[in-house]
């Protein structure tokens, strides 16, 4: 039998906790697992990016930048994962090319060799500057595509948007169905279209939360997908991966056989069952949620959907809103609900049911996405719509971050009291206040 082994990225480390313990796993935590996770054969290990900067800085009093080379250190033979909102880097908003070119460079030199990189709304402009800087550091640039469904996003649509990071030079693309939506003939057959038209590996990553992540990843084996991202399944299911053990399992045997040790996974998997005990309070449900079907409201999403309507007393107009989130996401041009669009159109779904009347208040983010300043929506928003929100203000046509004025210099002008370090400037740039706190604490405590 012709060996074609289907390799595994193993998410356990970001996206995992990241989705059910509300990114909150301490360095510590992984660092007493990490040379184990190295033995496996994995290939490569996703440890930062995504919400883990911001929580680490913000909630668990610790440095990012230190956490990845700590990391590095134990992990010597597996390649260390990142994943990168493009032209947002790790924050909510574009940043100057000095700041992303910067952050490629230490992120590389810290440890990181694959830069998944990606646009929420599929923008390809707003991730050519990430992806020459990895490919100038060395790095493994991995163009993201942002799997959705719409009357616009389909096979056609995605393979575009493939040549399209082909031509930038990326070596590896990501179909990146961060919602769950995608279902096993339609993993099967965008698979298929893309091993076909465009001479990269291709890699599946999706969430469990609509129940079909392991039977997309079956059909995406049988299509000729190189790699899918599961977790440990401590810390799979729910909105995280599909399980590890049972891919590895279910392909034992064939030509598809990872070749993973299914003893040795069940040994790691007993740490991070102790591991999920310590963060019961926070741990999200690991149960499927199909209204993603119909409304496709990621994980993430709906616990800030919920929370908001908590925070105004509106718990029980959920499902208003639910009802809303389509139908604002059709009024902006179908963006793919992913970070930051899936808070953009969260937020003015509940503004529109909290008020009665649909755009009466916008937010500023919803205000900017409009102008242009977020990219190109992957349609034309009506006009009706855009004059609701923005009146007869100018829409840009040109790469948001074009405008942008370089930040560097001003920045380590601004925090050179405490940085310590070249990287400490950038996660000031990206995250001022909580960086800079975490900043002050770290002086006081090395008094």
């Known amino acids: ?72 250190v134990r992990i010597r033979n597996t390649p260390l994962q990142m994943l990168l909102r493009g032209q947002n880097l790790l924050g909510y908003r574009h940043y100057p090319d000095d700041v992303v070119d910067a952050f490629i460079k230490y992120a590389v030199q810290n440890g990181i060799t694959v830069v998944r990189i990606f646009d929420a709304l599929n923008d390809v402009r707003n991730m050519e500057t990430c992806i020459a800087s990895t490919l100038k550091y060395g790095g493994h640039a991995q163009g993201a595509i942002c799997y959705t469904q719409s009357p616009v996003h389909n096979d056609d649509y995605f393979v575009g948007i493939a040549k399209e990071l082909a031509a930038k030079g990326v070596h590896s693309l990501c179909i990146k169905d961060m919602a769950g939506l995608i279902d096993p003939y339609g993993a099967y057959n965008l698979v298929k279209r893309l091993k076909a038209e465009v001479d990269l590996p291709v890699v599946l990553h999706t969430h469990y939360t609509s129940g079909m992540g392991s039977m997309a990843y079956l059909k995406a084996a049988e299509a000729g997908v190189d790699v899918v991202d599961t977790a440990l399944s401590a810390l799979a299911l729910g909105s995280s991966q599909p399980a590890t053990e049972p891919i590895v399992a279910a392909l034992r045997g064939t030509e598809r056989d990872t070749g993973l040790d299914l003893d040795l996974l069940t040994n790691l998997n007993r740490y991070f069952s102790d591991v999920r005990a310590k963060y019961k309070d926070i741990a999200a449900s690991m149960q499927v949620q199909t209204e993603i079907l119909k ?68 937010s500023k983010e919803i205000r900017d996405y409009v102008r242009g300043l977020y990219g190109r929506s992957p349609v034309p928003i009506a006009d009706d719509i855009r004059k609701k929100i923005i009146g007869d203000e100018e829409v840009i046509t040109y790469r948001p971050a074009d405008k942008l004025e370089p930040q560097l210099e001003a ?18 740039i990206l995250f001022p206040q909580v960086a800079k706190e975490f900043f002050v604490k770290r002086a006081a405590t090395a008094k």
């Open 295 to 362: 409304y496709q409201v990621p994980g993430g999403m709906l616990s800030n959907l919920r929370s908001q309507l908590k925070q105004q007393g509106m718990e029980d107009r959920l499902q208003e809103v639910f009802e809303e989130v389509p139908r604002v996401r059709a009024d902006l041009g179908y963006p793919p609900l992913v970070t930051p669009m899936s808070q953009i159109v969260g937020t003015q779904a509940v503004l529109n049911v909290a008020s009665g009347s649909r755009y009466s208040i916008c």
């Open 1 to 72: 039998m012709t060996q074609n082994r289907l390799k595994i990225t193993e998410t356990i480390l970001r996206d995992a906790h990241q989705s059910l313990l509300a990114t909150r796993m301490s360095t510590n935590d992984m660092l007493e697992v990490a040379e184990g996770l190295d033995q496996v054969g994995y290939h490569s290990l996703e440890v930062w990016g995504g919400a883990t900067f911001d929580s680490a800085l913000r909630f668990l009093n610790e440095c990012p930048w230190d956490r990845l080379r700590r990391l590095k």
């Open 411 to 428: 920045a380590r002008e601004e925090i050179k009291e405490y940085a310590r370090q070249e990287e400490d400037i950038l996660s000031y």
